[in-house]
């Protein structure tokens, strides 16, 4: 249902930029919202930005990456990307897209319905 891409095993100097990819191919929903998270050995999944398919629903932007990243979508293609500027060795961390039955752009990983395979992205110092 989804597939994310991009720079496999992306490796990049603090400071630098990467762009990720998630096609989500075989969506029958009108109303969803997808977007990015990411997750550390040991740690929770992390929200980062969300989008609504609907012009009625919200973006969500985590404070740790406000500024920095940004998402956005081809609703044509059913793909969404994610752009990483500045990033800080804190960024290091496997990345998934997600998508919820939602327009509520939660961006809480709890309430995602599908998930992306994971794409590691690691920023050297």
């Known amino acids: 249902l989804m597939s994310s891409s991009g720079v496999w095993g992306g490796l990049v100097q603090a400071g630098g930029s990467l762009r990720l990819s998630c096609v989500a191919s075989?969506?029958?929903?009108?109303?969803?919202?997808i977007g990015w998270f990411r997750q550390v050995p040991g740690k929770e999944r992390q929200g980062l930005l969300c989008?609504?398919?609907?012009?009625?629903?919200?973006?969500y932007v985590d404070d740790s990456v406000k500024g920095r990243f940004t998402i956005s979508s081809d609703n044509a293609k059913n793909t969404v990307y994610l752009q990483m500027n500045s990033l800080k060795p804190e960024d290091t961390a496997v990345y998934y897209c997600?998508?919820?039955?939602?327009?509520?752009?939660?961006?809480?990983?709890?309430?995602?319905?599908?998930w992306g395979e994971g794409t590691q992205v690691t920023v050297s110092s």
């Open positions: 075989g969506l029958t929903f009108d109303d969803y919202s």
């Open positions: 989008i609504s398919s609907s012009s009625l629903g919200r973006t």
């Open positions: 997600a998508v919820e039955i939602t327009i509520s752009a939660t961006c809480d990983a709890e309430a995602m319905d599908y």
